[in-house]
């Protein structure tokens, strides 16, 4: 049979709180199996100092507690988990671990996680960075090293055109012994 979202809260309210009855005496009151509403409870995560305010609340906690296990989590509520922990204090944070199904292991392993992730994604631009200036880096070189080579055989040119000039006289000079004077 089917329970409306409001059914369920109203039942897991009276399951918890000050004046709070067991599963078993609600269940004879209002003609529910008893199973049945212990299993809203476990699936609420809902411990003897907690309760739930709104039907959209008990959908949005047992959507999280009843499909996976800790390791099966989107990234996006394991971020939710991690940031809604990291404000309270340690009694807190035990009774809401339990009501979530979780460990402090499994906070610390997505928070260092997390954390990984963001460095890594500074280290992939850094990288990447390296790896254009490496690039340039090379592509200048290999512009340096050309005009290297062209410098030294322009340099290359002169010299032996000195040496030519030596050996046979300087054609442009007009006090060479070329014109027959």
Known sequence: MQYS????NAMIQKMTGPDAISASALSKQVDVPQPTLSKWLRMAGVG???????AHEYTKMAKIKDSKRPNDWSAEDKLKVVVEA????????GAFLRSKGLHQTHLD?????????????????KSKRKNVDAKRIRTLEKELNR??????????L???????QEIWGDEDDPTAGSNGK
């Open 147 to 156: 005009k290297d080579k062209a410098l030294a055989e322009t340099a290359a």
């Open 48 to 54: 003897p100092s907690y309760a739930l305010n709104n």
């Open 109 to 125: 392993q997505w928070r260092s996680q997390m954390l990984n992730a963001l460095q890594n994604g500074s280290s992939k631009k």
């Open 158 to 164: 002169l010299v032996l055109k000195k040496k030519v």
């Open 5 to 8: 979202d409001m059914f369920k």
């Open 86 to 93: 990291s404000s309270l204090d340690d009694e807190q944070l």
